[in-house]
């Protein structure tokens, strides 16, 4: 079975920091792009930051830039996001979501995108 | 990195069809087919149910189906049923800075 979860979650104080993981199985894990993906208590998703297969490139979010960092273990099969520097604002129940997509070189354009599967989230809660 | 537009709320009877719109640029949504479509039940994790504008992953009702006009995205779901009572997000992915956007998310409410 093809199954991502997320672990690490916790209380924190703020200007504290977290390391989240997010370990996979049932798939060929560097074969694939990765996301840490977040939401707020009662709000809508916001995608945080992006690794591909082999760790090389990284995207992040305006908001999270600079205090975040992803990186992933191909050997482990973990993927992470380290939190430094956290505000109230970050807190969020993370996801991680595998990257479904490839490229494509005929068409010179990705197909498949989308986030699949989905954790079940690990709950980042920063406060005093 | 604007978020794409989705109406807060949608709803509709048993048996009915209903459409949630999501309304990006030409720099998202009207650039490029990476426009996908979750489901989220409360306390759950999103679920897959549309990607490349259109496709459905093997397994997934046809009641849900999708399009894109424009800068603007479609999903249609016909013959709600009470299960259909949840969240809607759409996504994007921009190609030019490589970042992801989600819509605002829509409650989508079977009377």
């Known amino acids: 079975e093809v199954q991502v979860v997320e672990s690490g979650g916790g209380l924190v104080q703020p200007g504290g920091s977290l390391r989240l993981s997010c370990t996979a199985s049932?798939?060929?894990?560097?074969?694939?792009?990765m996301h840490w993906v977040r939401q707020a208590p009662g709000e809508g998703l916001e995608w945080v930051s992006r690794?591909?297969?082999?760790?090389?490139?990284?995207t992040y979010a305006d908001s999270v830039k600079g205090r975040f960092t992803i990186s992933r273990d191909n050997a482990k099969n973990t993927l992470y996001l380290q939190m430094n520097s956290l505000r109230a604002e970050d807190t969020a129940v993370y996801y991680c979501?595998?990257?479904?997509?490839?490229?494509?070189?005929?068409?010179?354009?990705?197909?498949?995108?989308?986030?699949?599967?989905w954790g079940q989230g690990t709950l980042v809660t920063v406060s005093s | 990195q604007s978020a794409l537009t989705q109406p807060a709320s949608v709803s509709g009877s048993p048996g009915q069809s209903i459409t949630i719109s999501c309304t990006g640029t030409?720099?998202?949504?009207?650039?490029?087919?990476?426009v996908s479509w979750y489901q989220q039940h409360p306390g759950k994790a999103p679920k897959l149910l549309i990607f490349?504008?259109?496709n459905r992953p093997s397994g997934l009702s046809t009641r849900f189906s999708a399009s894109k006009s424009g800068n603007t995205a479609s999903l249609t779901i016909s013959g709600l049923q009470p299960e259909d009572e949840a969240d809607y997000y759409c996504s994007s992915y921009i190609t030019s800075n490589s970042v992801e956007v989600f819509g605002g998310g829509t409650k989508l409410t079977v009377l």
């Open positions: 690794i591909e297969g082999d760790g090389s490139g990284t």
């Open positions: 049932g798939f060929l894990f560097s074969s694939y792009w």
């Open positions: 490349d504008v259109n």
């Open positions: 979501a595998r990257d479904n997509s490839f490229y494509d070189f005929g068409s010179r354009s990705r197909k498949y995108k989308c986030f699949d599967p």
């Open positions: 030409s720099g998202d949504i009207g650039a490029y087919n990476y």
